[in-house]
């Protein structure tokens, strides 16, 4: 079946950085839009970015344009996000999400980002 696997978060400083991986496995992943979502405390779910199948286009929410990355290793099944200058507000708990016309939403388990000095 459709499973998604993060990992990478952590706790970590003002200004510093984290990669997070999310592994894919069940689905033809090289052909799937994949999809970083985040929940902060108090927050609803807010989509970070998106890469498609290729890795040839992206999209961030506004506000993160420029700190932070989206990429893929379609050898690997796995979609990256790569956080820098990280802020308190940036605490959440980070989600790996793809849709499928034939299973719907996927989401993974999530790994928790705190942003903390």
């Known amino acids: 079946q459709v499973q998604l696997v993060e990992s990478g978060g952590n706790l970590v400083q003002p200004g510093g950085s984290l990669r997070l991986s999310c592994a894919a496995s069940?689905?033809?992943?090289?052909?799937?839009?994949m999809r970083w979502f985040r929940q902060g405390p108090g927050k609803e779910r807010e989509l970070v970015a998106s890469?498609?199948?290729?890795?040839?286009?992206?999209n961030y929410a506004d506000s993160l344009k420029g700190r932070f990355a989206i990429s893929r290793d379609n050898a690997k099944n796995t979609v990256y996000l790569q956080m820098n200058s990280l802020e308190p507000e940036d605490t959440a708990v980070y989600y790996c999400n793809v849709f499928r016309m034939s299973t719907g939403s996927t989401w993974g388990q999530g790994t928790q980002v705190t942003v903390s000095s």
């Open positions: 069940g689905f033809t992943f090289s052909i799937s839009t």
């Open positions: 890469i498609t199948g290729s890795g040839d286009s992206t």
